[in-house]
């Protein structure tokens, strides 16, 4: 007995070590303005800068009725996942996969839950090399315009993963809060130059506010995937629970009065980076406005140089700490550690990090145009783990009273999520009618890979083979997702 018992405070010992030494439990002392401004880098991306081309698709009425009611619903579900975090007495759900292992079951959780973070976290960390290599190339382009030498977008993309390097290597989220206030900042001031500018600039002449595309079937299809766009800029809560678990907790004081603290004062600044920019960028440029708004303002020069820099300051936030890095880290260094049973050092947290900064700088250099396949296979993992999972979990686990407020509210927001999946039919529909997605791709990789060469080929039918089986894919496990949730909420 004395043995066992030994083994037992042995293990546990070890136990706690490792989670002292995981990026996501290695510290909990932060504040709840921490979380404020952890949850604006989380929330507020260069996206941001997309809403007006989505609410030229949409239109006044709807495009403002779907911006409020995106910003309230997920409030909400971000609620419930605050809530979520401490619901078992005596247990904390540090990470979104250890509620859905709850909520679904060990292995279903796992099943449900990583492979959407992933496609997340891996995916947009390509994209942000990317998109903090391009804004470094434009910021040169502005500022160098005499006897200036061309540079090819790979060095600059190599210049961004420099700072990753090193900035990967701060331990834990509370070492990278001075980095996510940068960031938040940056978000902040270049929303605001976005629609100061505009308002500089004034209403075009002939300026017009009609849908953009001509035939029925292109505005209902731009109308859909408008809605893509917004689900998307209002995607964030991959990392909620982490960033709650960073904060103290007591049965007295629990960790979700601060954490939800910080959300509300991180939704005030997400109002006002989204609505101005999207509203008075819609009403200066009409449907004319361009997918990035700072392409249509221009000029100044050296306001939109500016702004380019702070999105390239954000960015290198946001691959730290949006939905990103320091997840991946975690669940790297926790499989590591647990399931390979590496010790937890330095020299291991050095070697994986760098691998993994190097393996997304190498594929952003190599697919420069891989936004478009994240744009097109993201939309299915950020609107379910935004909108989607939080409420059925929340049905799963607390079991509402049926035709109650509560559960005709998180039902109401489940069913929506299918016209997400309908966003994604309509957007392969109409690129298939234009050309294509595939030819869209064809023509950026051109670029960058010789015509001869038959690679191009087998992405352009990879990408279309595998964009109609994702859509089948995702119906499935959604419906499944509904039939489980509804047999566990009427258990």
């Known amino acids: ?26 510290s909990r002392n932060a504040k709840w303005w921490y979380a404020a401004f952890h949850n604006v880098t989380a929330m507020v991306g260069a996206g941001v800068l997309s809403l007006p081309s989505a609410m030229a698709d949409l239109g006044w009425g709807p495009g403002v009725t779907v911006l409020i009611l995106s910003w309230v619903i997920t409030l909400y579900t971000l609620w419930q996942m605050v809530e979520m975090h401490e619901m078992v007495p005596g247990k904390r759900f540090n990470r979104y996969h250890e509620l859905g292992q709850h909520a679904f079951g060990e292995k279903l959780g796992l099943y449900i839950v990583v492979p959407q973070q992933l496609i997340c976290e891996v995916g947009v960390d390509i994209v942000y090399m990317v998109t903090g290599g391009k804004s470094l190339q434009k910021f040169h382009e502005l500022v160098c315009t005499k006897n200036c030498k061309e540079i090819k977008l790979t060095f600059f993309i190599m210049i961004f993963a420099s700072a990753h390097f090193v900035l990967s290597h701060l331990p834990n989220f509370n070492s990278i809060s001075g980095v996510s206030l940068a960031a938040a900042v940056m978000s902040l001031s270049y929303s605001t130059i976005a629609w100061t500018a505009s308002i500089h600039k004034g209403v075009q002449p002939d300026v017009q506010y009609g849908y953009p595309k001509k035939t029925m079937a292109g505005k209902v299809f731009g109308f859909f995937n408008a809605l893509g766009d917004v689900a998307f800029a209002y995607a964030g809560h991959n990392v ?10 007591t049965p007295e004081k629990p960790s979700k009065v601060p954490m939800w603290r910080g959300v509300l004062l991180a939704y005030i600044v997400v109002a006002l980076c989204y609505f101005p920019v999207a509203i008075i960028g819609f009403w200066m440029f009409g449907n004319q406005v361009s997918y990035n708004i700072l392409i249509s303002l221009e000029k100044p020069t050296w306001l939109i140089a500016m702004a380019n820099m702070f999105v390239v300051i954000h960015v290198i936030g946001s691959y730290q700490i949006q939905i990103y890095a320091m997840p991946v880290f975690d669940m790297i260094e926790t499989v590591l550690v647990k399931k390979l049973n590496f010790r937890p050092t330095w020299m291991l947290r050095f070697a994986s990090r760098n691998l993994y900064v190097a393996f997304t700088m190498f594929v952003g250099m190599t697919f420069p145009f891989f936004g478009a396949l994240l744009g097109f296979f993201g939309g299915f993992a950020f609107p379910p783990t935004t909108y989607f999972l939080p409420c059925i979990m929340w049905l799963a686990i607390y079991k509402p009273r049926r035709f109650g407020l509560s559960w005709f509210a998180n039902w109401k927001i489940c069913l929506d999520l299918f016209y997400e999946v309908i966003s994604k039919i309509a957007e392969m529909i109409e690129h298939d009618k234009a050309g294509g997605i595939c030819s869209s791709i064809s023509g950026v990789a051109s670029t960058y890979i010789p015509a001869s060469d038959n690679v191009v080929t087998t992405v352009v039918f990879g990408v279309r083979f595998r964009g109609y089986v994702s859509v089948l894919d995702t119906l499935m496990i959604d419906a499944a997702y509904l039939w489980n949730a509804q047999g566990l909420a009427s258990a």
Request: proline share 6%.
């Open 240 to 249: 909620v629970l982490e960033i709650q678990a960073t904060i103290p907790s």
């Open 1 to 26: 007995m004395c043995n066992h018992q030994l083994q037992v405070d042995t293990w546990t010992d070890k136990q706690k070590l490792i989670d002292d030494w995981l990026p996501v439990t290695g």
